[in-house]
């Protein structure tokens, strides 16, 4: 038993994207572009198996004779980083400040030694297995990037022009996103978590911030002119799409500056940003917990927590929002067909 594969969604010329069937941690859209002469994926699934699925799914598309021989990884969180390893010849490329957020997370083994046996009767083990539990990490290796760099970087694949951008820290602190411009294409990263009437999303998560640098990638995207835009989770948006995403950024922001001002701590900040209820439709509501727990630091300048205290705290918000927001994580395990 396993998650169930993503959806594969013919963009145009040669370039497709990978989409979860569903929401929640973990689950987030992948790229493929495709020339006579090779091909490359932009971000990869979390573990092996759907790794392995949208590996099998690529291979259907490539020419005789082509490999999938680069990864763009769009910034350093395992669910776009750790399914490189079925590709173990492959360049995979990511800028030269995602190292520190690769540092910050949990290896595979050390996250699936954590998820398979954390204390399910306290509210972090019992998060954790819920959401975290049908990946499996348990003979997957660290992977690292082949190919740092900084600013800009420009690839072509056979005639296609592959322009990918550094950005300042947003949503880790190693972001990049990735323009296609003959296929009028961006995929954003996790600078960007969409939702639509019908396929709504998850609330975001930011590592880092600020979230004026959020909103000012979300800029840089719809400044491309691209009319196709691919987020790190969620529905593929247009540009229209990716301006309500700023609104509700701006929304987290000014609250989150608001209750700073008044004195209130972030955590009491994201309960009261959850019970004002601006956007029921999201999942998670938990993680504004981290989005909130960044700004403040930002603000502050107070230093980054473990990442086990920042996701204990989600799982104990969590607790207190629960039923009324259900989660939309993995937990449900589907019979692969």
């Known amino acids: ?164 951008t550094a950005l300042p820290s947003a949503h880790t602190t190693g972001d990049l996103m990735v323009h296609l411009p003959a296929q009028s294409a961006v995929f954003s990263g996790d600078v ?13 998560v930011h590592w880092a911030g600020p979230l004026s640098n959020v909103i000012a990638a979300c800029e840089r995207v719809l400044a491309t002119g691209a009319e196709t835009i691919v987020p790190g989770h969620g529905p593929v948006l247009d540009q229209a799409g990716v301006r309500d995403h700023i609104g509700y950024l701006e929304y987290v922001r000014e609250r989150a500056h608001a209750f700073h001002t008044a004195g209130i701590p972030s955590l009491e900040a994201a309960r009261r940003v959850i019970a004002e209820g601006r956007y029921p439709e999201l999942g998670l509501p938990e993680r504004l917990v981290v989005t909130i727990g960044s700004e403040y630091r930002q603000l502050d300048g107070s230093e980054l927590p473990g990442v086990l205290q920042v996701m204990t705290d989600v799982a104990e918000v969590a607790q207190e929002v629960e039923p009324a927001h259900e989660p939309a994580g993995p937990a449900e395990k589907h019979v692969e067909e």
């Open 1 to 164: 038993m396993s998650i169930t594969s993503g959806d594969v969604v013919d963009l145009g010329r040669d370039l497709y994207a990978w989409l979860p069937p569903k929401r929640g941690w973990g689950l987030a859209n992948c790229g493929l572009l495709v020339s006579a002469r090779g091909a490359l994926w932009i971000d990869t699934p979390y573990d092996v198996v759907l790794a392995g699925q949208f590996l099998a799914e690529s291979s259907k598309r490539l020419p005789d004779g082509a490999s999938i021989d680069r990864v763009v990884v769009t910034h350093a969180n395992g669910d776009h980083f750790w399914g490189a390893g079925v590709l173990p010849d492959a360049e995979i490329i990511a800028t030269r400040e995602a190292r520190e957020h690769i540092h910050y997370e949990p290896t595979p083994q050390q996250q699936h030694a954590l998820v398979s046996t954390g204390d399910r009767a306290t509210a972090l083990g019992a998060y954790l297995g819920r959401h975290f539990g049908p990946f499996d990490w348990s003979h997957t290796e660290p992977v690292q990037p082949t190919t740092y760099f900084t600013g800009e970087l420009e690839l072509t694949l056979g005639e296609y022009p592959v322009q990918i």
């Open 192 to 204: 960007i978590f969409s939702s639509t009437p019908d396929r709504p999303g998850d609330h975001p």
